[in-house]
């Protein structure tokens, strides 16, 4: 599967860096590096949502405030350095190991 971190112009000004930076910590931790490809993005058309991230190639997330679906897998907005962890945890962990 794909996590493509936005790094459009909004996004960027919201920590893009930061989150990109974040994730690799995660994918480190879960020891997940193999499975999941990390990637930047152009702008994904959430702008007023982000930091926004796509996650491609997952079964669709169940919805919730910072989840959104998509014809790929999903989309999780507001995600910032603080909350990746938990986001990951909760979002895609348990889904990588269903398909
Ligand atoms: S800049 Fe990230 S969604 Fe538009």
Redesign the pocket.
Known sequence: MTIKV?V?????LKGSYEVIEAFKEVLKKYDVEDLIELQASF?????AL???VGCEGLEAAEKGPQVEETPDGFILHSVNAGNVEELFAKEIYPKLFLN
């Open positions: 936005c459009g112009s909004s996004c960027h702008c994904l058309g959430h702008c982000g930091v926004t």
